[in-house]
């Protein structure tokens, strides 16, 4: 069996080129940061003929993009505070994303509204609805989503059952869309890979290179191998997010852009424990609360509160988590209780600072700067306009070169894995009698995968124990923690367990359980002996135990002390002066 498309594998070997490349030669544009914006901003760069490096100091999207709602949305509370450009550029991405770019990855999700107010509420929402249906159509693409519809309490409790009757007098139901995070981000690093650029995680920006004033590259640790290399760049952009600033203070200043941290936490619980068939969307004082469909499982969340202290681990609180089961049970009839909680996890948003305290109105938009000649950086925005913010970047790139560079292409791209994947849908059944899998992983493994599918089974056609799934986590088989490692970028256990796979959430022993099989696997792609098998599985638990206690403090300032007591497989480096 053959792969249907050539993409670039990101295993060891890839990883150590890639490096080797970035060493040698002068890149048009290097890109700091390996989350959805950095990751947007190569393939889109590459894309344009330009040559280019990705480089990120842990693993792609271990900061805000594994860690956010997962979903695809235009953003109904900007809608209420009269940001009607940010909803409809939100909602044009949502359409091709959904329709042409990423449709394995991204899918239609229902949302419930429930009232709770009579007489005003219920023409207040539906005009906002109206509006937020009526922007989400662009040029050559319907919404790709059902429209929204009015229910009477009734109807609406036919469609969530789990809903108490009291607590709300009817509902609307709207549309949007969801995304694997994470694999998304993963998705587009192996699409620009595959067009030229070098790609490597593990290796951290620790400097940059001038001449005078002119930012001509940067510095770099290995953090694996514990070298350092120069990477010579005509252009560097600093897509780093929350760590934009600390980017910043490397060249000198704080510059022109400031970032702050919004945390927000989410829970996930069994399916069965909200009887539901759409998921639920809720106002609170501070925030929205989404109640998210996401496989067996419901994702609870979020919060929203400044975070000043560790960006690379955020912590949540035992309030943290009581204040979203509190506001969730108000319209449950059958209340969950924190027994209920599979998983627990905190990210932050990266959002410009404005002059109000309250994070939550702080700008989502995204800006662009040019704070020295040879620097672009790129801040703010939200997961579904990344595209966008990547287009702008490169634009800016294009602006400091000395050379003629197309235009963004992007929006006619389709990711790794997108061409082919409804043909491919629509033969599933001949699928898994051809490869012996039951249909229903054959469709996990599209609905991860799309067209790059092949390249697992042909791993568990050399290997049919690799068929079996994961013991403890049986949503996941074997040959995709292998994949992970040879095709992946995936470095350690915890990359698979946490972002790959979404293990480390998804189970009541989030990931212990399997720990031990899955390093035993990672062991033969990422040539680990016996002793850093052992490594591995021992940072994870230490992982798994920090997050559980840093759960049960009080508050951000207690979680986070415990959080940190859990060493890093890698040692972080120290940046040296500049």
């Avoid at 419901?298 to 609180?317: K, Y």
Wanted: net charge neutral.
């Amino acid at each position: 069996m053959t792969a249907r498309m050539g993409t670039a594998r990101l295993g060891p070997a890839e990883r150590s080129a890639a490096l080797e490349q970035m060493g040698v030669a002068e890149l048009d544009v290097v890109v700091i940061g390996g989350g959805i914006v950095g990751a947007g901003v190569a393939l889109d760069a590459a894309t344009r003929g330009l040559s280019v490096g990705l480089l990120e100091a842990r693993d792609f999207a271990s900061g805000t993009s594994s860690r956010s709602s997962k979903l695809i949305h235009g953003g109904l509370r900007y809608l209420e505070q009269l940001n009607f450009d940010l909803v409809r550029e939100a909602l044009q991405e949502r359409a091709l994303l959904l329709q042409r770019i990423a449709p394995h990855l991204v899918r239609p999700v229902p949302f419930l509204f429930p009232l709770t107010h009579l007489g005003w509420e219920r023409p207040y929402v539906g005009a906002g609805l109206v509006m937020y249906d009526s922007l989400g159509f662009s040029f050559g693409f319907t919404r790709g989503v059902p429209g929204h519809r009015h229910l009477s309490r009734r109807r609406a409790l036919r469609l969530a059952p789990a809903l108490r009757r009291t607590a709300f007098s009817g509902a609307v139901q709207y549309w949007d869309a969801q995304v694997d995070d994470a694999r998304y981000v993963m998705t587009v690093l192996r699409t620009a890979a595959t067009y030229g650029a070098h790609v490597a995680s593990r290796a951290q920006v620790v400097g940059f290179l001038r001449e005078g004033e002119r930012v001509t590259g940067v510095r770099v640790r290995d953090l694996e191998a514990g070298t350092e290399l120069a990477v010579r760049a005509r252009q560097v952009v600093n897509a780093t997010g929350v760590w934009t600033d600390d980017i910043q203070e490397l060249v000198g200043g704080r510059g022109q852009i400031h970032v702050r941290a919004s945390k927000g936490i989410h829970l996930v619980v069994p399916r069965d424990r909200i009887h539901s068939l759409t998921g639920i969307i809720l106002r609170t004082e501070k925030s929205v609360l989404f109640v998210i469909p996401w496989g067996r499982h419901w994702i609870i969340g979020t919060t929203d509160t400044r975070w000043d202290l560790d960006r690379a681990h955020p912590a949540a609180s035992r309030s943290d988590i009581d204040y979203v089961l509190e506001h969730v049970n108000e319209v449950l009839s059958v209340p969950l209780t924190r027994d209920d909680v599979e998983g627990v996890y905190a990210g932050l948003r990266p959002l410009l600072s404005g002059e109000s305290e309250e994070t939550s109105k702080l700008s989502r938009e995204h800006v662009v700067a040019h704070p020295v000649p040879g620097l672009v950086m790129i801040a703010g925005g939200k997961y579904t306009t990344y595209r966008v913010m990547a287009r702008d970047a490169v634009d800016a790139v294009a602006h400091g070169l000395d050379q003629r560079v197309p235009p963004s292409c992007t929006d006619r791209i389709p990711l790794a894995g997108a061409e082919g994947y409804q043909a491919l849908w629509n033969s599933r059944h001949r699928m898994a009698q051809s490869s012996g899998l039951h249909v229903a992983r054959i469709e996990h493994l599209l609905q991860r995968y799309g067209s790059l599918i092949d390249e697992v089974l042909v791993l568990i056609e050399r290997d049919p124990s690799l068929a079996r799934p994961l013991a403890g986590a049986d949503d996941y088989l074997r040959a995709e923690i292998v994949y992970a490692a040879t095709h992946e970028g995936a470095r350690h256990l915890n990359d698979v367990l946490a972002r790959r796979t979404h293990v480390s959430i998804e189970t009541f022993h989030r990931g212990l359980a399997v720990a031990q099989e899955a390093a035993e696997l990672l062991a033969e792609p990422l040539g680990w002996d016996a002793e850093q098998v052992k490594r591995e599985v021992e940072y994870y638990t230490k992982r798994i135990e920090a997050e559980r206690l840093s759960q049960e403090q009080d508050t951000d300032h207690e979680a986070d002390a415990i959080r940190l007591g859990a060493p890093e497989i890698v040692p972080v480096a120290t940046p040296d002066p500049v």
